[in-house]
């Protein structure tokens, strides 16, 4: 009987993820920072930007403020999407994926962690927080009549003290949209899952700048998070993504076998190619021998 490595149960990954994402929650309160060093950071982060020109918040926010029709819309995307896209495709890797699940589950939580020491050693004010003279608009609180939010970041009005408004480097909005996208196109089949899977990570950093929730280069360090959460995952004994091998099986037949994980239907494990090669050899050379053996027998009946 073969050892099969099984994926993780679906109950013992609901409660690990719970804790991660409790955790998630509860470090971005931890992590507040004073405010005039926030700020300060924030003001720091936006010079770099200027003297580099790749300020493009500001054009960015200009335009979802002047336009309701780009600015309501990319707030219902900041203010929802991000919880609501991760753990979807978190379920899909598990359901249609289970051999790429552990991985990206691993590497998902890694890079959270990462983004939570980011939050704390670096707080910094989001662009929104700045003084208006700076030219910011707020459009989360421009446009609250029309969502849940009010003016405190995306959580439902009365209810902005318990987040974090200063967790804005890195931007794990843009981390996690990009985890997300990487999944849905390595993983995904049809062309329209890899083509959202190409678009969600470009919309979010799009959003999370014209609503001026975060700068540029919280996008870029977003990205920068989860190549790190990347590399250390990667790192881990028993945790690399399991990877498919094309080798010459049985009689001349492609067979495909799946590094560590449950075969399909019809494939051969590694022990089970040798010993399907080693009964062909031997099956060959009894063929051969007795075909040599054939004119031997014939000529003696003959006699």
């Avoid at 300060?40 to 054009?59: F, S």
């Avoid at 590497?107 to 980011?118: D, E, K, P, Q, Y």
Wanted: glycine letters at 10%; proline letters at 6%.
């Amino acid at each position: 009987m073969t050892n099969r490595r099984q994926p993780p149960r679906w109950w013992a990954e609901l409660l690990v993820l719970g804790l991660l994402y409790g955790a998630y929650s509860g470090g971005r309160l931890l992590a507040r920072g004073d405010v005039r060093l926030a700020v300060d950071h924030g003001l720091a982060i936006l010079r770099v930007e200027e003297l580099l020109a790749i300020d493009l918040e500001r054009p960015l926010n200009r335009l979802f403020t002047h336009h309701a029709a780009l600015g309501i819309p990319a707030d219902f995307v900041y203010a929802s999407l991000h919880y609501l896209v991760t753990p979807a495709v978190l379920v899909w890797l598990y359901r249609r994926r289970p051999q790429q699940y552990r991985f990206a589950r691993t590497w998902l939580a890694i890079s959270t962690v990462l983004g939570l020491i980011g939050f704390a050693l670096v707080p910094t004010c989001p662009p929104r927080l700045l003084d208006a003279s700076y030219g910011f608009t707020d459009t989360m609180a421009r446009y609250s009549a029309y969502g849940w939010w009010g003016g405190e970041a995306s959580a439902p009005r009365g209810l902005g003290g318990l987040t974090n408004q200063f967790a804005a480097m890195p931007s794990l909005h843009v981390g996690w949209a990009l985890w997300c996208g990487i999944a849905l196109w390595r993983h995904g089949r049809r062309p329209l899952v890899r083509a959202l899977g190409a678009a969600y990570p470009a919309v979010t950093t799009l959003v999370v700048m014209g609503t001026a929730n975060h700068y540029f280069l919280d996008a870029v360090a977003g990205a920068a998070v989860m190549g790190a959460g990347w590399l250390a995952a990667r790192a881990l004994p028993g945790s690399r993504a399991p990877h498919t091998v094309r080798t010459a099986g049985f009689r001349g037949k492609s067979t495909i076998v799946s590094g560590g994980w449950d075969t399909s239907a019809g494939e051969l494990l590694p022990v089970q190619r040798r010993a399907a090669a080693d009964a062909a050899a031997a099956a060959d050379a009894t063929a051969t021998a007795a075909d040599d053996s054939a004119p031997e027998d014939s000529a003696a009946a003959a006699r």
